[in-house]
């Protein structure tokens, strides 16, 4: 642990002591927002808040190096995704064995009017969207949080703002 | 502000799921490395079996071992920690038992606590400035012994408390190993204040450590040296003044300076820490116990040599008396051989140093009928052990 004091930690970089954003700190402000961005992602929260836990679990045992990189919420959020996706590769699993019946996305307001705006869009145009306008990511940040180009990026956001716009009626506000 | 952003603000602003705390997330990640070890063991246990088979099938032993190695990764010490492990024990002569440095406290081992013999118990934090300093003095004491990886873990101590901002380090993920004992560091807490006022919680103390922390240190000070059951500190041993304004590597350059003020207060408490260490090295001792300096010291704490080798009242057992003597004499003997076994069970250290004792009791039974010379009605004592070695646990009776 090298907190060195309140909101910042200090770290031996190639023989130098280098100061970053101590984990508290940071986890402190992105949580909520994560939260937010994997349940408009997923539409489920249960799912939003095993994947988010999980990654802030992960990133707190590496913070030393996670602290480090250039996006460190990029990080938390492409194993808080691949999280979220492989618990729901197993729930669906379980459900295809177990005969369950799937549950429906519940959410509360103002979640679920939302969800029922993004939930017609793709899983990928969802991401793309919650990425760039909930968690306020960069089109190059959110190529790599979801390991494509940014012009892949870019043009998935640019047909989802067309689609929403479309459900929405008023394409100058996206 | 785009008017998705806008709706999902009130996301953010009124949280859908409440956000857990890190001490959540530090048990997640335990359950996780739990699953992971026990996913392997099985594995392993399934790789073993494989390889058993194989070679019995072949009829033959293989011709080399296969077996797993696990990989460590030890991290390079930086140059101070380094200067630190290498003070030279003509610098250590030169300082000497400086007048402002406290002296260990010798205490009488206890049976309760029998689970500290043979290892050096530190329960510090990282926001604690005294911790700071007596860091730096059992980097320097401990080193003589054995050595560290792994000490990478740079803090500061608090920015609000005494002695603000103390350059140290955090023994946690510090690795030790000596050939004359274990040394059982744990940092209780960060340097993170937390909203009760306190600093956010890092690793909770052993059971052990927990009951010599209640039995010798009930002010609850830290830091709290445990040196083997027989020596403690409480606090720092010296003022942590003379680290005030220094660099780590300021540090590490003054130890080896005999008359500078940080080679004085850490140095001078090494000495002492070196001479109560050196009653804990069982056979061979290193150079660094035959030293003047840690012959004074040794005076000084009023050990003299290993305190197993001390001969008084308890450490010999006894003599059984004849039959036929008078019940106040088997009595006498009775508490004679009572409280020889107490202090052979306080003093008891595993022969084994991959075995750990971890309960010694010492327990009484009213003789109904006589036996082996010892006459009805008087009380005989025994004394059990509970310890393990490696996987196993044993449990043994003996008198």
Redesign the interface.
Known sequence: MDIVSGQRIGLVQKGELVFVESFDAWYSREHDRMIATLVLSTGDIELAVEGVDEACSRALERWKRISAMESPTGWVYRVAINHAHRVARRKSMEQRVFRKQASMPDLPAPAGELWELVASLSERQRQVVMLRHVAEMTENEIGEVLGISRGTVSSTLHDAHQRLGRLLNDDSEL | M????R??Q???DE???P??N?G???T??RR?HQRRRSITAGLLALVVIGAFSITKIEGSSPSSPTLLKTKTTNVQL?SYYLAAGAVPNATLEAVGLPSKVAVPTKITPSVATVATNGVVSYVGA?YCPYCAIQRWALLVALSKFGSFTNL?????S??TDVYP?LASW?F??AKYTSAYFTFDPI?VT????NTGGGY?P?VKMSAAQQRAFSKYNPQAELPFLDMGNHYITLGASASPSVLEGLTLGDIGGDLSKATSPVAQAIDGTANYLIAALCTMVQGTTPPICSTLATHLASRALGAGLSPTSKTSSTTVAPAQPPTNAPMSVWKKWSDEMHAFLLAAAANFRAPNSGCTISRIDVTGEMLIKPLLGVPAGVMEWGMSLTGHCGPKVKANRVK
């Not at chain 2, 785009?2 to 952003?5: A, E, G, N, V, Y």
């Not at chain 2, 990478?152 to 500061?156: A, E, G, R, S």
């Open positions: 785009s008017q998705l952003t709706l999902s009130a996301l953010i949280p859908l799921a956000r857990p890190v959540y997330l530090w997640r990640s996780r930086a990282e990478d873990n740079q803090v500061l608090s920015s901002g955090s946690i993920g940092e960060s340097s993170t204040p956010q890092l």
